[in-house]
């Protein structure tokens, strides 16, 4: 559906949610009991997840399907009771919450409203619903949640590290001179300042100059810092108290992570200060003779490349022996690259135990834990939970993600031992040694550890064991584990039994109590289903390209860990190098994605017999595995990939008479859930980043598969984190770097931070989650006044055009002129869902300025195209409904005289693709759709399938360039294997499929399709077969739904077709269709010729 169309069927919805709930007080009918065949409701949810533990939304919204024994439910109203107890709510005592009779149709997103809960309350809950017949139903199977640590105040626990990895590191630029200089005074003049935190998108630029220390030595002797202590004049200082000033640059305070810092200058508009040099000048006290200088940078604060921030660019060295004059240069720098600000990890990761004694049984017990980087986590020797690459990525100045584990199972009488190992994930990207590829830098903080462990004994007693300084730890037998660069595993260095109770951990250190991350950082619960594994591939081929070298092919790109089992002396290490695609001599090809540094999982050998390792601390995306260090060739059942992903429910499926068709399908899939990990990523090796434009892009391919519900919700939380003090939202979510040092659109495109409106939109219109709009509207509007102010008489003049498109003529202004007509259209729609009825009417008269301004820039009347009249051009505007009425017929024409005329294939990108399909799909242009999607020569998706894709790739290219072979972004057609196919689609004002139009595309060769979609309401299933001039449709049809179904007769005999459904009469039949209107249940419709 067009974008405009959209926003004008629903204008009304937010009239009718608010009419259709209704509550009637008074007693609600413990009295009434069941009616046969009435509804129940089923599959209940809490925030979008199943029986949460650990969340801390007190107030959360709750869901549920409902399975009837009748045709034609549909629910008429409900009522909730939620209790503190299973045994309260089972006797029907609701000491929480009894909402009463609520007159509503509504079965999702319903707002808890009962009494205050806090931290660690349990609330348990059910509904029943009455049928539009009075019909009431049983009361359902209770649901739970359970509310985690909310507030500050309830942890006990401390931030916790390993003392190796906690030693404050600096790295001092040193300034060594050829000949010792001689002088009283020395001076630092910097005529360039750095722009590693100056951000090019404020309105008001700040450049600084920031020092932690300044030292002076002779080498002879390299004790005596001749400026520990001396004065310090500045030609300028934004003094702070007790944090920066000149005399702090000699107090003998290396580090800035901590009061005092050091010395910081004002701020500065542009990086050339060379018309006033910022000078420095040190009294050493008396004439002194000196070798080196050092320069310690600001150690608190890195850009995207882990560099110091404001250190000097240009600058020089003087000496004199008057405070003021005489001045002579002994040694000066230009660009000089700013030093690292990374910290030098240790040898090996860090590992974490508690020994603890319980003296009664165990009646209840919560485990609340996160991490800086990521942990694994056991109580003696069990492993406290399933989830894996623990916990999800955020962005840790703002937010930590606690989770919390039903332990009870795990503990016993007697002694008990909680263990941990933790990696440093996103954390700390430190520079991989051995040519080890990574992407790109972060130095947030080395690993660390915060848990608490609550545990209620059968005598009653309440007894915590939390993260202190009485823990111990050492170095594991993890010795490297960078996120991108691979993991090492050394069995020599593993501890027999540290993690079982009563084993000895002599020569451990004691754990050191640390500071939070940052003073920003809060810790939250859980929002979204974790990663887990969800599959394991055994290996389908081994070869031998050469001497040592063994390749083992899985048959289809995964991602996950490789495991392996092998078998050899103490000390032999083994290799594992994953990749997708294999170089001409039969090795692996890495070079797509890494250079000339490489990406391996290793782990060496302990002689003790046949060991089983994968990586924990990282993931990687890959078909084959090459594998050295091996005495020979390894059986095919001693190598596993093991599927990885977030447990996100799945949703639909399909299924065509095209095999072409359904591997198309397949290797979306297969993307879609190879980059869903904490965020939507965008590859699952070379970035591993949260590109944003795909959560609008592709959104109806992903939710058609997946049930994303919860997972959209924490990715909008992150965007807004990451959106920037004067309402940026970055292109990348977490922002863990920033790309506008190459090219602005790489941090700013309105098609990628517009996902700040449009997912929560998206996710109204597919689930009623009207709570996350209202949840982060002022983010919305702070990026729409961003984009406003970036904006040239309403045309947006900058970002990535219609990236990785094959036609590149598209001007980047129609590109992101058409992204803000179209953020300013849908805000206008998200305000009057919300309420906000004069922000509507603004919003509303801006995307028209905005569609005046389109128009009049990139609009031929004469010819009826947009811009160079390419297919992304025209589509872009017929897709946002920016075409005048009476020319949108010549516009379409010509779009789709462009597509044939490349016979039937698009030369578009990510942007001008979904737009496209959006608006072929809305003319009833479903045969220009088949036919794009059953070529198979260049560009096309069969030719991605013929050329051996099994993940939908990053280009049109796929198998036959390097690049990666696993990314979404190209996956918009999915959703039409569902809407245009199997016909589901939501009629006009719907929100959450409430209401339903049933036209299945029957198209070219096709002769039946099936289509299955789990909406909030339940399930909807199409299946139809061509037999001939037969057609036979059925169609299910979830409780609480109504549908227009609208049997296709083209290609059995048009309006003289002979119909059958069951006693069914059409509403109305033309030669495209016969019309039926039908609520709840399994219908069959039949058209034949006559």
Same mark, same amino acid.
């Given at each position: 559906?067009?974008? =405009?169309?959209?926003?004008?069927v629903?204008?009304s919805?937010?009239?009718?949610?608010?009419?259709?709930q209704?509550?009637?007080?008074?007693?609600?009918?413990?009295?009434?009991?069941?009616?046969?065949?009435?509804?129940v409701?089923?599959?209940?949810?809490?925030?979008?997840?199943?029986?949460?533990?650990?969340?801390? &939304?007190?107030?959360?919204?709750?869901?549920?399907?409902?399975?009837?024994?009748?045709?034609?439910?549909?629910?008429?109203?409900?009522?909730?009771?939620?209790?503190?107890?299973?045994?309260?709510?089972?006797?029907?005592?609701?000491?929480?919450?009894?909402?009463?009779?609520?007159?509503?149709?509504?079965?999702?997103?319903?707002?808890?409203?009962?009494?205050? +809960?806090?931290?660690?309350?349990?609330?348990?809950?059910?509904?029943?619903?009455?049928?539009?017949?009075?019909?009431?139903?049983?009361?359902? #199977? $209770?649901?739970s949640?359970?509310?985690?640590?909310?507030?500050?105040?309830?942890?006990?626990?401390?931030?916790?590290?390993?003392?190796?990895?906690?030693?404050?590191?600096?790295?001092?630029?040193?300034?060594?001179?050829?000949?010792?200089?001689?002088?009283?005074?020395?001076?630092?003049?910097?005529?360039?300042?750095?722009?590693?935190?100056?951000?090019?998108?404020?309105?008001?630029?700040?450049?600084?100059?920031?020092?932690?220390?300044?030292?002076?030595?002779?080498s002879?002797?390299?004790?005596?810092?001749?400026?520990?202590?001396?004065d310090?004049?500045?030609?300028?200082?934004?003094?702070?108290?007790?944090?920066?000033?000149?005399?702090?640059?000699?107090?003998?305070?290396?580090?800035?992570?901590?009061?005092?810092?050091?010395?910081?200058?004002?701020?500065?508009?542009?990086?050339?200060?060379?018309?006033?040099? @910022?000078?420095?000048?040190?009294?050493?006290?008396?004439?002194?003779?000196?070798?080196?200088?050092?320069?310690? !940078?600001?150690?608190?604060?890195?850009?995207?490349?882990?560099?110091?921030?404001?250190?000097?660019?240009?600058?020089?060295?003087?000496?004199?022996?008057?405070?003021?004059t005489?001045?002579?240069?002994?040694?000066?720098?230009?660009?000089?690259?700013?030093?690292?600000?990374?910290?030098?990890?240790?040898?090996?990761l860090?590992?974490?135990?508690?020994?603890?004694?319980?003296?009664?049984?165990?009646?209840s017990?919560?485990?609340?834990?996160?991490?800086?980087?990521?942990?694994?986590?056991?109580?003696?020797?069990?492993?406290?939970?399933?989830?894996?690459l623990?916990? !999800?990525?955020?962005?840790?100045?703002?937010?930590?993600?606690?989770?919390?584990?039903?332990?009870?199972?795990?503990?016993?009488?007697?002694?008990?031992?909680?263990?941990?190992?933790?990696?440093?994930?996103?954390?700390?990207?430190?520079r991989a040694?051995?040519?080890?590829?990574?992407?790109?830098?972060s130095?947030?903080? *080395?690993?660390?550890?915060?848990?608490?462990?609550?545990?209620?004994?059968?005598?009653?007693?309440?007894? +915590?064991?939390?993260?202190?300084?009485?823990?111990?730890?050492?170095?594991?037998? =993890?010795?490297?584990?960078?996120?991108?660069?691979?993991?090492?595993?050394?069995?020599?260095?593993?501890?027999?039994?540290?993690?079982?109770?009563?084993?000895?951990?002599?020569?451990?250190?004691?754990?050191?109590v640390?500071? $939070?991350?940052?003073?920003?950082?809060e810790?939250?619960?859980?929002?979204? *289903?974790?990663?887990?594994?969800?599959?394991?591939?055994?290996?389908?081929?081994?070869?031998?390209?050469?001497?040592?070298?063994?390749?083992?092919?899985?048959?289809?790109?995964v991602?996950?860990?490789?495991?392996?089992?092998? &078998?050899?002396?103490?000390?032999?290490?083994?290799?594992?190098? !994953?990749?997708?695609?294999?170089?001409?001599?039969?090795?692996?090809?890495?070079?797509?994605?890494?250079?000339?540094?490489?990406?391996?999982?290793?782990?060496?050998?302990?002689?003790?017999? $046949?060991?089983?390792?994968?990586?924990?601390?990282?993931?990687?995306?890959f078909?084959?595995?090459? @594998?050295?260090?091996?005495?020979?060739?390894?059986?095919?059942?001693?190598?596993?990939?093991?599927?990885?992903?977030?447990?996100?429910?799945?949703?639909?499926?399909?299924?065509?008479?095209?095999?072409?068709?359904?591997?198309?399908?397949?290797?979306?899939?297969?993307?879609?859930? /190879?980059?869903?990990?904490?965020?939507?990523?965008?590859?699952?090796?070379?970035?591993?980043?949260?590109?944003t434009?795909?959560l609008?892009?592709?959104?109806?391919?992903?939710?058609?598969?997946?049930?994303v519900?919860?997972?959209?919700?924490?990715?909008?939380?992150d965007?807004? #984190?990451?959106?920037?003090?004067?309402?940026?939202v970055?292109?990348?979510?977490?922002?863990?770097?920033?790309?506008?040092?190459?090219?602005?659109?790489?941090?700013?495109?309105?098609?990628?931070?517009?996902?700040?409106?449009?997912?929560?939109?998206?996710?109204?219109?597919?689930? /009623?989650?009207?709570?996350?709009?209202?949840?982060?509207?002022?983010?919305?509007?702070?990026?729409?006044?961003?984009?406003?102010?970036?904006?040239?008489?309403?045309?947006? /003049?900058?970002?990535?055009?219609?990236?990785?498109?094959? &036609?590149?003529?598209?001007?980047?202004?129609?590109?992101?002129?058409?992204?803000?007509?179209?953020?300013?259209?849908?805000?206008s729609?998200?305000?009057?869902?919300?309420?906000?009825?004069? #922000?509507?009417?603004?919003?509303?008269?801006l995307?028209?300025?905005?569609?005046?301004?389109?128009?009049?820039?990139?609009?031929?009347?004469?010819?009826?195209?947009?811009? $160079?009249?390419?297919?992304?051009?025209?589509?872009?505007?017929?897709?946002?409904?920016?075409?005048?009425?009476?020319?949108?017929?010549?516009?379409?024409?010509?779009?789709?005289?462009?597509?044939?005329?490349?016979?039937?294939?698009?030369?578009?990108?990510?942007?001008?693709l979904?737009?496209?399909?959006?608006?072929?799909?809305?003319?009833?242009?479903?045969?220009?759709?088949?036919?794009?999607?059953?070529?198979?020569t260049?560009?096309?998706?069969?030719?991605?399938?013929?050329?051996?894709?099994?993940?939908?790739?990053?280009?049109?290219?796929?198998?036959?360039?390097?690049?990666?072979?696993?990314?979404?972004?190209?996956?918009?057609?999915?959703?039409?294997?569902?809407?245009?196919?199997?016909?589901?689609?939501?009629? *006009? /004002?719907? +929100?959450?499929?409430?209401?339903?139009?049933?036209?299945?595309?029957v198209?070219?060769?096709?002769?039946?399709?099936?289509?299955?979609?789990?909406?909030?309401?339940?399930?909807?299933?199409?299946d139809?077969?061509? &037999?001939?001039?037969?057609?036979?449709?059925?169609?299910?049809?979830?409780?609480?739904?109504?549908?227009?179904?609208?049997?296709?007769?083209?290609k059995?005999?048009?309006?003289?077709?002979?119909?059958?459904?069951?006693?069914?009469?059409?509403?109305?039949?033309?030669?495209?269709?016969? +019309?039926y209107?039908?609520?709840?249940?399994?219908?069959?419709?039949?058209?034949s010729?006559?």
């Open positions: 559906m067009s974008w =405009t169309r959209s926003i004008v629903l204008m919805t937010s009239l009718m949610l608010a009419a259709a209704l509550t009637t007080t008074g007693p609600a009918g413990a009295a009434e009991t069941a009616r046969p065949g009435a509804m409701p089923v599959r209940l949810e809490t925030a979008g997840l199943a029986d949460p533990i650990g969340i801390d &939304d007190t107030e959360p919204t709750l869901s549920w399907e409902l399975k009837t024994g009748r045709e034609e439910s549909r629910q008429a109203a409900y009522q909730i009771r939620a209790a503190s107890t299973s045994a309260r709510l089972a006797a029907g005592r609701a000491d929480l919450w009894d909402s009463g009779r609520v007159r509503s149709s509504i079965n999702h997103g319903v707002a808890y409203d009962g009494r205050a +809960v806090d931290s660690r309350d349990h609330v348990f809950w059910q509904v029943r619903v009455w049928d539009e017949r009075g019909g009431v139903s049983r009361w359902s #199977d $209770p649901a949640w359970e509310v985690g640590l909310v507030d500050e105040a309830d942890w006990d626990a401390d931030w916790i590290g390993n003392p190796v990895w906690e030693e404050p590191v600096a790295h001092p630029m040193p300034v060594d001179l050829s000949t010792p200089a001689s002088g009283r005074y020395l001076r630092i003049s910097v005529t360039r300042l750095d722009g590693a935190t100056t951000d090019p998108f404020a309105e008001n630029r700040e450049a600084r100059l920031q020092l932690g220390e300044i030292e002076v030595f002779d002879t002797d390299p004790s005596a810092n001749f400026a520990a202590g001396a310090v004049v500045a030609s300028e200082s934004d003094d702070t108290d007790g944090e920066w000033a000149p005399g702090y640059l000699t107090d003998g305070e290396r580090l800035s992570s901590a009061a005092p810092r050091g010395y910081s200058s004002e701020s500065h508009p542009t990086l050339d200060v060379s018309s006033k040099p @910022i000078t420095l000048t040190v009294d050493l006290g008396e004439k002194r003779s000196f070798n080196r200088v050092r320069l310690y !940078p600001r150690s608190d604060l890195q850009d995207q490349f882990a560099r110091s921030a404001n250190y000097p660019r240009n600058f020089s060295v003087e000496v004199s022996d008057a405070p003021d005489g001045f002579q240069t002994v040694r000066s720098y230009s660009n000089q690259q700013p030093p690292s600000a990374q910290h030098t990890q240790p040898m090996a860090p590992i974490f135990a508690k020994q603890f004694d319980l003296k009664r049984d165990v009646r017990a919560r485990l609340y834990v996160t991490g800086m980087g990521v942990y694994s986590a056991t109580i003696n020797g069990q492993a406290v939970t399933d989830a894996v623990e916990p !999800p990525n955020t962005d840790v100045r703002d937010q930590v993600v606690a989770s919390a584990y039903d332990v009870t199972g795990l503990l016993r009488s007697g002694q008990n031992r909680f263990a941990a190992e933790l990696g440093t994930g996103m954390a700390q990207v430190n040694a051995s040519n080890r590829y990574q992407y790109m830098n130095d947030y903080s *080395p690993p660390r550890l915060l848990a608490q462990l609550e545990i209620t004994t059968t005598d009653g007693r309440r007894h +915590v064991v939390a993260t202190d300084g009485s823990w111990q730890t050492t170095l594991g037998a =993890t010795t490297t584990a960078n996120w991108y660069g691979g993991e090492d595993y050394d069995a020599r260095r593993e501890q027999a039994g540290w993690r079982e109770p009563g084993t000895s951990l002599t020569g451990w250190d004691t754990a050191e640390t500071e $939070p991350p940052f003073e920003t950082t810790i939250v619960g859980r929002t979204a *289903p974790p990663i887990t594994q969800v599959d394991a591939l055994r290996a389908t081929s081994v070869t031998n390209p050469e001497a040592g070298t063994y390749i083992v092919d899985f048959g289809t790109n991602v996950g860990w490789p495991e392996l089992t092998a &078998d050899g002396a103490a000390g032999t290490e083994v290799r594992m190098y !994953p990749a997708e695609q294999l170089d001409k001599d039969g090795t692996v090809l890495q070079t797509q994605y890494s250079g000339r540094n490489r990406v391996w999982q290793a782990m060496t050998l302990d002689g003790t017999g $046949p060991l089983t390792w994968h990586p924990r601390f990282n993931y990687s995306g078909r084959y595995l090459e @594998i050295t260090g091996l005495s020979a060739a390894p059986a095919l059942a001693d190598v596993r990939a093991l599927v990885l992903r977030t447990d996100n429910a799945a949703a639909g499926t399909v299924e065509s008479s095209d095999p072409l068709l359904n591997s198309i399908h397949g290797i979306i899939n297969r993307a879609i859930q /190879g980059n869903m990990y904490s965020v939507l990523t965008d590859c699952p090796h070379r970035e591993k980043f949260g590109w434009e795909q609008n892009l592709v959104f109806d391919s992903v939710a058609k598969n997946y049930d519900e919860a997972y959209y919700r924490k990715i909008v939380q965007m807004a #984190d990451s959106q920037t003090s004067f309402g940026l970055p292109d990348i979510t977490p922002e863990y770097t920033e790309f506008s040092e190459w090219n602005v659109g790489y941090r700013d495109d309105a098609n990628w931070g517009g996902s700040i409106i449009l997912a929560p939109w998206l996710m109204y219109r597919a689930y /009623g989650d009207v709570e996350t709009m209202r949840t982060f509207y002022p983010n919305m509007q702070r990026y729409l006044d961003y984009l406003s102010g970036r904006a040239d008489g309403h045309i947006l /003049g900058q970002g990535l055009g219609d990236w990785i498109a094959i &036609d590149t003529t598209t001007p980047l202004e129609l590109v992101g002129t058409q992204a803000y007509y179209k953020l300013a259209s849908t805000l729609q998200v305000a009057r869902t919300i309420g906000k009825k004069q #922000d509507a009417e603004k919003y509303a008269a995307a028209a300025d905005i569609a005046d301004a389109f128009n009049a820039e990139f609009f031929d009347a004469a010819t009826g195209d947009y811009g $160079p009249g390419n297919q992304t051009s025209n589509g872009l505007a017929l897709d946002a409904d920016l075409v005048p009425a009476d020319h949108r017929d010549q516009v379409l024409g010509n779009l789709i005289e462009s597509i044939r005329a490349a016979d039937d294939h698009l030369r578009v990108g990510e942007i001008g979904p737009a496209i399909l959006d608006v072929l799909a809305e003319e009833g242009r479903d045969d220009v759709i088949y036919d794009i999607a059953t070529q198979t260049y560009p096309s998706y069969g030719y991605l399938v013929e050329t051996g894709s099994t993940a939908l790739p990053e280009a049109w290219t796929g198998m036959t360039k390097s690049g990666s072979q696993n990314h979404y972004m190209l996956g918009a057609i999915d959703d039409w294997f569902w809407s245009g196919l199997g016909g589901i689609e939501q009629a *006009p /004002g719907s +929100v959450a499929f409430r209401d339903l139009v049933i036209a299945p595309a198209v070219g060769d096709l002769t039946s399709h099936h289509a299955g979609y789990r909406t909030p309401q339940g399930e909807v299933v199409t139809w077969q061509l &037999d001939g001039d037969r057609l036979d449709l059925q169609v299910t049809v979830p409780a609480n739904t109504t549908a227009t179904v609208k049997v296709p007769l083209d059995v005999g048009g309006a003289d077709a002979k119909l059958s459904a069951g006693g069914l009469r059409p509403t109305r039949v033309s030669d495209e269709y016969a +019309v209107e039908v609520r709840a249940g399994a219908w069959r419709f039949v058209a010729a006559r």
